[in-house]
């Protein structure tokens, strides 16, 4: 369903911007973790929707709306690219904002996900052609792994396992603790019993990483685990290089803010985690 009252003309700033950064929750904090890493140089501007979080249980329709909403406010803010970093988000919505949003509201802007850098990469870590996807419900039910997967790489068979208790894991500070051991073995043990082949195994949710202790403790021994930031942020740098025009409209200040629909001092205990240092954020909304 689309929402053509969404879809607004007003003008957009248009000096340089910071690189905008979007996740329904504290996952994307990953990813900008690992491009800041990357490219330390530019200015980025965090948007986490946790109040609104999670998505993965959501329609399309849904986070189609919430997603176009968190977009036009960071355009609104000056941002020229807008990364999705949220599997959900760029499963179920970047489509449609690329195609049928931007030509209308700023032709020059860009929106890009989290996914396809990750199934860029797997047809060249992959041997025996058996790939898993471990993501949130609303993730693997959107087989758009399978569908990029197929295009870049037709050989290969994708088999999908959704792991809903693996983000509220990680949002309640359980992701290191005996009860998560449960829960990660039961989702690996479910997807190696339905294609015992698969060698590489795709974490298709920006939260996961922080559940690399357990995931490498119940993955069968030699099996791949694909993280996406690091692919994400090598990706981004890769666009930014073959766009020139695209690099000369973010700034350089090598600086960070936060943003949240959330309680901001919530926000900034759990973001450290993600982070891996302390930070301080604003509550803004949405809508």
């Known amino acids: 369903m689309r929402h053509p009252q969404m879809i607004k003309t007003n003008k957009f700033p248009q000096v340089p911007g910071p690189i905008g950064i979007f996740d329904s929750g504290y996952g994307g904090l990953t990813i900008l973790r ?20 999670p998505y993965g249980t959501r329609s399309f329709d849904i986070v189609y709306e919430f997603t176009l909403q968190a977009v ?25 904002i690329q195609q049928n949003d931007l030509p209308q509201m700023d032709s020059q802007r860009r929106v890009l996900g989290v996914i396809r850098p990750t199934v860029e990469v797997v047809g060249s870590i992959s041997q025996s052609r058996h790939v898993g996807i471990m993501a ?3 993730t ?9 997967i197929a295009k870049l790489h ?28 449960y829960f ?14 698969i060698d590489s195994v795709i974490l298709g949710c920006t939260h996961y990483p922080l559940l690399l202790n ?18 994400v942020a090598e990706s981004l740098q890769d666009y930014l290089r073959r766009h020139p025009e695209m690099a000369a ?17 919530e926000f900034q205990q759990k973001a450290a985690t993600f982070m891996g240092e302390p930070l301080t954020a604003e509550r803004v909304y949405l809508g």
Request: contains cysteine; negative net charge; aromatic residues 8%.
């Open 136 to 138: 949130t419900s609303g």
């Open 140 to 148: 693997v039910r959107s087989t758009t792994y399978e569908l990029e």
């Open 34 to 53: 690992q491009i800041r890493s990357l490219m330390p140089q530019y200015d980025y501007l965090y948007l986490g929707d946790n109040a609104r979080a």
């Open 154 to 181: 037709p050989d290969i068979k994708v088999t999908g396992e959704a792991c809903p208790m693996w983000v509220p894991l990680v949002e309640n500070d359980e992701y290191d603790n005996p009860g998560a051991d």
């Open 184 to 197: 990660v073995k039961k989702n690996i043990d479910s997807l190696f019993r339905r294609d015992p082949e």
């Open 214 to 231: 357990k995931i490498r403790q119940y993955m069968p021994a030699g099996v791949h685990v694909i993280e996406q930031g690091r692919y």
């Open 72 to 96: 036009r406010y960071l355009f609104e803010q000056g941002c020229h690219l807008v990364i999705l970093g949220c599997n959900t988000a760029s499963a179920k919505a970047l489509r449609s």
């Open 249 to 265: 409209r973010i700034t350089t200040g090598g600086n960070a803010t936060f943003l949240t629909t959330e309680r901001a001092e």
